[in-house]
């Protein structure tokens, strides 16, 4: 028995069944809509015991189901979509769910299915629908299946009147019958587990108190930064204005309208939010009763099986470790976020590999970043190669990678080949006679900066040009290692002879002899001029970035590479921004010097931490003057790979933790103890000066451990 994707009745509700594609790109809500929150339920009575509930299921835009009031999920799980517009043929995707049953004789779904994209990563086929398929297997062994049919109810939960504003005295629309919707879109399960939900209350059963006839403006703390849905009951009508805030009050985000009719309303967001505080403002009209509001929150993120911790000498690098990891567990969802405040889509890619090279000192599972980077190739896929962010494009293929040698996944590699061959075909178009890459659409992305009036977000070519050869340098290397992998060699081969004509174009065209350094790009006139690919004014310009890359990627290798680090660090040019600096301290560990200059560059977090332990700020200095920061961004977290992967001295000989060395080094402290995640179980080094290193390694794995801690 096929499920079929069910919606409402388009002749009891002709003004909620399309809706637009986007919010990025599709601003048109089809003409007439109406923003819509449905329900459907179905009751199936059992005539004997019970065992289990297996749920596939998905919905349009976004969903939450139950069973019997118990949460099971929430999805979809969407492919993220990039900031290029994406062909509608990319997988729709739903998620697998598992109910135990609580002995009774009925099972009741229920699922509130949102209409409509409103998060930068939400995606829609353009008309609303729910679709599911549950198997029943009962305690004798038999089974039975139920699916979305005719036989489902759904009506209108007409108190989410509009995107921001909920009036509890609408009441919904009647339950009437489901009706089966001609939306030919198969459902591809994601291999994720469903989202947990836990329930956060910061005032406990005090609540706000209000007296007769009274407005009020409260603020409400929390005591960290949330990814979750803001609630709302009261145990009497009122009208809440409510206020999101991360850090400060001062600066807050998204805006809600919320009227509670009676003690029996509650309100529930339809979107996450990034929650650090509230600021409400609210209403008690009536002339005679106290009033009393429970504000909370219902946290999401994915579950952890298991948890890394950092603990050392230096209380500031602890703060550093914990606030990083609190964030990137925030960021975590049905897809890798950016930041739980932004929610951007899934082509984000330099965020996601820094939040892996995360997971692997935190939380050490790589479900998450497999599957996104599966999703990323699909749209590649789809789009001849073709990603929004240039630089991010490249980092793929490392990302891949790397992710192969946490994981030894050698499926995720041939299932990725297709969008690795496009990509570098796209790639050689962009290159002129030398090999050089001369004529991309644009040089996106490189830091968080404004330099000499650019940003380098999407900077000129003068800007932008060295540090793109430069991923695309490291880019081939990583897919020669791929090819190899999977038994291409003429592949690998022909891509590791592209990268030597690469570096030899980069060191004679955009390396200056006389001051050692890697100039950031040629000042010929750009082929076109677009906002993502500004007028290339003649001017030379050197940075940090382009030198770290050339050294961090193999444009120069050895003593070279080295020597070119430390005039980096020592040349009093611009610094980097947190994001960047997660490559200037990989190319630090690849030159030797990270003994020197690595710990003194992670102790520029511990100003981060102590300004806002609830969440992680973005940067050092707001890269232009109007640019408010956030305070929930993973991409700014590389300390919670560096510290314990650092001092470890972790090295993965075979993939998968199969075969490790550990060369510990203490790099200034007085002692540290670190757990990492590993998929046997977790790994315990304890460090002390003047002692030798204490382990703790699953017998899984196979280490070569030192005896001395290094100075």
């Given amino acids: 028995m096929d499920a079929q994707w069910i919606w409402l009745d388009p002749g009891l509700h002709p003004q909620r069944q399309a809706t637009r594609l986007y919010t990025t790109f599709d601003q048109r809500v089809p003409q007439g809509q109406r923003y819509t929150v449905a329900q459907f339920r179905r009751s199936l009575p059992l005539a004997k015991p019970l065992c289990r509930l297996l749920v596939a299921v998905s919905g349009d835009t976004a969903y939450r189901l139950t069973a019997n009031g118990q949460y099971l999920c929430s999805g979809p799980a969407t492919f993220g979509g990039d900031w290029l517009e994406m062909p509608r043929r990319m997988p729709w995707y739903g998620e697998c769910c598992l109910w135990e049953g609580d002995g009774t004789d009925r099972v009741l779904l229920e699922a509130t299915v949102r209409l409509g994209p409103l998060a930068l990563c939400d995606i829609s086929l353009g008309q609303g629908g729910f679709w599911l398929k549950a198997d029943l297997l009962y305690q004798d062994g038999t089974r039975e299946s139920l699916v979305t049919d005719g036989q489902w109810e759904a009506r209108v939960l007409c108190a989410y009147a509009e995107e921001e504003r909920y009036d509890g005295a609408l009441p919904p629309s009647p339950w009437a019958p489901a009706v089966p919707i001609p939306l030919p879109r198969p459902v591809t399960l994601s291999p994720r587990p469903p989202r947990q939900e836990t329930r956060v209350f910061p005032l406990g059963e005090e609540g706000l108190s209000l007296p007769p006839r009274t407005r009020k403006r409260f603020t409400v703390v929390f005591p960290r930064i949330y990814c979750g849905y803001p609630t709302l009951r009261a145990d009497g009508p009122c009208q809440v204005t409510l206020q999101c805030f991360e850090k400060e009050p001062s600066n807050p985000h998204d805006n809600l309208s919320i009227s509670l009719a009676s003690p029996a309303d509650s309100f529930r967001a339809t979107v996450c939010h990034s929650v650090g505080g509230y600021l409400l403002e609210v209403e008690n009209p009536s002339p005679h009763n106290s009033l009393t509001l429970f504000p909370g929150l219902v946290e999401t993120c994915l579950p952890a099986r298991q948890e890394g911790a950092f603990r050392c000498s230096d209380q500031g690098l602890e703060d550093v470790y914990r606030v990083c990891q609190w964030t990137l567990r925030i960021c975590r969802q049905n897809l890798h976020l950016d930041s739980p405040k932004h929610q951007e889509p899934l082509a984000c890619t330099g965020d996601y590999y820094i939040e892996t090279l995360m997971t692997l000192g935190t939380y050490g599972d790589m479900g998450l970043a497999e599957f996104d980077l599966r999703r990323t190739a699909q749209m590649l896929e789809a789009n001849d190669g073709r990603l929004f962010h240039t630089s991010y494009s490249l980092i793929w293929v490392q990302w891949l990678r790397d992710v192969y040698r946490f994981t030894g996944n050698l499926t995720l590699v041939r299932q990725c080949l297709p969008a690795l061959r496009l990509l570098l075909r796209r790639f050689r178009s962009y290159l002129d006679q030398d090999c050089l890459l001369v004529n991309p659409p644009d040089y996106m992305f490189v830091d968080w900066l404004v330099v000499e009036g650019f940003s380098l977000h999407h900077p000129p070519k003068y800007l932008g040009q060295t540090v793109m050869n430069a991923f695309l340098h490291g880019a081939l290397h990583n897919a020669a ?9 003429q592949e690998a081969q022909e891509a590791r002879e592209w990268a030597a004509a690469l570096a030899k174009a980069c060191r004679a065209r955009l390396y200056d002899e006389e001051r050692g350094l890697f100039f950031d790009g040629e000042d010929t006139p750009s082929p076109q001029v677009t906002f993502y690919l500004p007028e290339n004014p003649p001017r030379r310009h050197y940075s940090r970035h382009a030198n770290v890359l050339a050294a961090l990627y193999g444009l120069v290798e050895g003593e070279e590479a080295q020597a070119l680090m430390r005039r980096t660090r020592e040349s009093g040019l611009p610094e980097e921004q947190p994001y960047f600096m997660h490559f200037t301290l990989e190319a630090l560990e690849k030159t030797g ?65 199969r075969k490790i060395r550990l060369t510990p080094r203490l790099l200034g402290l007085e002692w540290a103890e670190i757990d990492l995640p590993t998929p046997y179980g977790l790994l315990h080094c304890s460090l002390a000066k003047g002692a030798p290193p204490k382990y703790r390694i699953p017998p899984e794995i196979q280490a070569e451990t030192a005896q001395e801690i290094l100075p």
């Fill in 481 to 489: 290692a791929l090819f190899s992998l999977l038994g291409f060699s």
């Fill in 593 to 657: 010097l990270f003994p020197e200059y690595g710990m003194e560059i992670l102790r520029k977090w511990i100003p981060l931490a102590r300004e806002c332990p609830k969440g992680l700020k973005e940067g050092w200095f707001p890269p232009q003057p109007d640019y408010a920061f956030d305070y929930s961004h993973a991409w700014a977290g590389t300390p919670a790979y560096q510290l314990p992967v650092r001092l470890l001295g972790l090295e993965l000989q075979e993939p998968a933790f």
